[in-house]
């Protein structure tokens, strides 16, 4: 016979099953902090109409996006989250109750040049809340609240959430008579970082005419050590500065009422998230051990979510979290916790005996009690069934021979205490016993946090 | 601004938020099910290379494939779950213990004649146990089991788990002399409970040559009340047949240590599920109340899973449910249970100052106690805000007064006793208090089930 190699596509990411327990919790991690913040989980389609996923048009997008036929159809698989929540806010929009809060979590499809790290499906995690014609900015100010419990409920501690705020960018050109380049200026000031400020600052004179001294106090003003107090003798100059510089505030003012720690969060007036999307508060998450890595959570305010497909005004704020990315870069960085529990079962069951009636009937006891069993009825030696506990990290291991059976106890052998410590512990029980301690132990052991960064 | 009609592609399934939660509460009840009886998640692309999708090739399966070409690729969307698994431990055999036991609960694409209740994505939710070289009868015999636990948490009832063995049904034809036929025999009494006896003998006489007698004792047998006992009298004829006898009787054997309770529970002759894959043990499931269903979990023994990707023999086990066309299923029945929690909030939180930095507060209280909280800003009248918790079914509302903030409390209103007993119950309660008490509140409603048939 023939065969074909099962290889997987490059791009596509395929986990073992150790680290899929890991990316998996960090997914359900997610979902309870999105919905502790009142979010709903919607799930939309992977495909859609071309018509409808491309209605914006245009760009880099369309180049990456799978698009192909089926029958007289023209169809596209989604390239994010977001245009299927418009269409979705648009097509339900009398069934939706406004603000409407929802959470996703989904793959999505980019056919982008292979390249490590880069990946064509990937999942994303996002929220967005839309309001029907108007939308508080407190909405703006809980963000980075959730983006901070996100982060620390999946065990990273060393990050910053900065945000910044767009009307006090483009109120702040307006002021410096650079409202003609903004989007060149925009472009040059978020290179600060990788260039530094002097090479910023000739760009910003040779290339687009900005005058020597109009550059030098823009560059101060960014890279000012109090952003807030740097802002202040710029109001009253321009009415859409004035009032990005009360949502700037407001934002500031709520965060340790919201429970971020004043470390963990930075106005940073250079980030701005590309041109001509978000109109309010933008947000950046940078881990502070690797820079290089880029934003691990981005998003802002948008003023018309779903102008596409209908005329009504539902603006909104939203962030998203390139999971598979980040999932990828953990572990290459060697930040994946090696204490969480990755083991498919609790306890491995090895009958001694033909008749299984009574070790099925003690796996079928554990189930009840919430304790996961796994029955090793294979043909192998007994050595070999413990080895299959190693390498699958199965805490504990549970005997039934002949003598346990006649007394009605099992024999319960705590496997990773025999690694620790070189002796074995195991303990011989009543069968309601045994599946009580199995149960309590269990409980004790609170799963770990996906992630652990090394002390630094 | 032209604007584009917001549609969803017929075939494909969106919910609506409270839909969505039962949805998901399904995934997650299966989920948990499927870990306790030690399956481990696996996640595969959605997108293979068509080589490697198509191995095995032809079938109408190919003609409804989603399959497109990206720069030089010639791609492919799954069709299932079982051939991605294939791919997967072919790939990663030498990084996997054997037995293998995964779950899978996915998306998969199917380009079928669009029809009321069909749908072009779907989810299945699957479960394999794959050896290496062999693979011990005792999971068959599991197998029913962990239906019948999926089921019971999801909250059905009204199930009957059907099983059968394809080695008795191939011995019997060879004892009765049907070998050649035996695909036309199988295919004719696959209908028998669709068309009755009378017309599968007269099929099985008139197209296939059978005789008469023959006809009449196979119908009896396929018949009989008591199945094992009907089967008995062929022992010691065939082989395969006392092979698959002994099987059927070692999975019989063991339901009750395994908790399946008898009238959950038949050995079904007729059923055969497909001709060439399954060598074992076979598994159909149906609602009693609603057998135009046909099986809502499905599958079976078979004896080599990869062959079109490895020489190695890796026989297995498994079954999957068809989760999304259930869960129409269940709606268009009126299935779902209408007790079951699906607000995407606890607590709705009404600021009445200026300033919202308590109600902010308290909010992060109540999510560092695991309770829900979304906070509603939004310049809305206290009327529309108490009509949103209700549309949202959000059981509390939670007030910060000029008064309360003043006294350091907060007032709590249960907005379902309110709707229940058209009295509103109200207190007012110390900030610590409130959320010790909403937390207590809500850990005592248990999440329903999300199916509740009525008392049939």
Excluded: W
């Excluded at 209605?55 to 977001?82: C, H, M, N, P, V």
């Excluded at 400020?197 to 040779?206: E, F, M, N, R, S």
């Excluded at 107090?229 to 859409?240: E, R, S, T, V, Y």
Aim: with cysteine; net charge negative.
């Amino acid at each position: 016979m023939e065969r074909i190699k099962p290889r997987t596509l490059s791009g596509f990411m395929e986990l073992l099953p150790g680290d899929q327990v890991l990316f998996d919790r960090m997914v359900s991690i997610l979902r309870r902090t999105y919905s502790l913040y009142g979010f709903t989980a919607l799930d939309t389609p992977a495909i859609e109409a071309s018509e409808v996923l491309l209605a914006k048009g245009g760009g880099e997008t369309e180049k990456q996006i799978y698009r192909f036929t089926k029958g007289d159809s023209d169809l596209s698989l989604r390239f994010d989250l977001t245009v299927p929540l418009a269409k979705y806010v648009a097509a339900h929009y009398n069934e939706l109750s406004f603000p409407f809060r929802r959470f996703q979590i989904g793959k999505v499809y980019r056919g982008e040049r292979a390249q490590r790290g880069r990946f064509r499906e990937f999942y994303q995690a996002d929220i967005d809340v839309i309001g029907d014609g108007a939308l508080d900015i407190i909405n703006e100010a809980e963000i980075p609240s959730i983006i901070y419990r996100a982060f620390t409920d999946l065990g990273l501690r060393r990050f910053r959430i900065r945000v910044n705020n767009r009307k006090v960018l483009n109120g702040l050109f307006a002021i410096l008579g650079l409202s003609e380049c903004a989007g060149d200026v925009l472009r040059t000031i978020d290179k600060l970082e990788k260039i530094g400020p002097d090479k910023v600052k000739a760009i910003l004179v040779d290339d687009f005419a900005v005058s020597a001294d109009t550059a030098a106090s823009l560059l101060s003003l960014l890279s000012a050590a109090d952003p807030m107090a740097a802002l202040a003798p710029f109001k009253g100059k321009n009415d859409l500065f004035d009032q990005g510089l009360e949502e700037l505030n407001t934002v500031v003012k709520y965060m340790a009422a919201f429970g971020v720690p004043q470390d963990h969060f930075a106005v940073d007036l250079t980030i701005a998230r590309g041109l001509d999307y978000y109109t309010g508060t933008v947000y950046e998450t940078v881990m502070l051990d690797h820079p290089e890595v880029g934003s691990i959570c981005s998003g802002g305010r948008y003023d018309n979510l779903a102008e596409y497909y209908t005329e009504k005004q539902l603006p909104g704020v939203g962030i998203s979290i390139g999971l598979t990315r980040l999932f990828f870069v953990l572990q290459d960085q060697g930040l994946l916790n090696p204490q969480a529990r990755t083991a498919s079962a609790d306890v491995l069951i090895l009958p001694m005996t033909e008749d299984l009636s009574h070790a099925i009937s003690f796996a079928t006891a554990l189930r009840q009690a919430g304790v996961r069993a796994q029955l090793h009825c294979e043909k192998k030696k007994f050595k070999q069934k413990l080895s299959y506990a190693d390498k699958l990290s199965i805490p504990y291991a549970a005997f039934l021979g002949e003598d346990e059976i006649a007394a009605g106890t099992v024999t319960v052998k705590d496997l990773r205490m025999a690694q620790d410590a070189g002796e074995s512990k195991q303990v011989t029980l009543p069968v309601d016993q045994a599946v009580e301690l199995l149960r309590q132990r269990l409980e004790q052991r609170t799963a770990a946090a996906p992630i652990a960064e090394s002390q630094g």
